[in-house]
């Protein structure tokens, strides 16, 4: 089983990225909730958006109507379009399939995780 996330890279505050997910080895996609989660050095991973197999979403506070979660099962691809990039948005993201159905916020609901991407937001 392996998660491949991409899309990371530098860009000044205010623009845009897309990170994507692509899964392999894992016949149950579609049927569990995917998450993606950020950490800083030094702190703790913490939840970013989520969506269960319905394509239901759930966003931390601190970037909803600023973040989108989607998935594309066909694809086995989990995606997050990241707007309006703040400085506090530079961490790296990780994404990860989660034992439920739903996302959780809790990192520890989550079994397999992507090697994570690098994400820099520039004053």
């Known amino acids: 089983v392996q998660l491949q996330a991409s899309g990371g890279g530098l860009v000044q505050a205010g623009g845009s990225l897309r990170l994507s997910c692509a899964a392999s080895g894992l016949t149950s996609f579609r049927s569990y909730g995917l998450g993606w989660f950020r950490q800083v050095l030094g702190k703790e991973r913490e939840f970013v958006a989520g969506?269960?197999?319905?394509?239901?979403?759930r966003y931390a506070d601190s970037v909803k109507g600023q973040f989108t979660i989607s998935r594309d099962n066909a694809k086995n691809t989990v995606y997050l379009q990241m707007n309006s990039l703040k400085p506090d948005d530079t961490a790296v993201y990780y994404c990860?399939?989660?034992?439920?159905?739903?996302?959780?916020?809790?990192?520890?609901?989550?079994?397999?995780w992507g090697q994570g991407t690098l994400v820099t937001v520039s004053s």
């Open positions: 990860a399939q989660s034992y439920d159905v739903d996302p959780s916020f809790n990192s520890g609901r989550y079994r397999y």
């Open positions: 969506i269960n197999w319905r394509g239901s979403t």
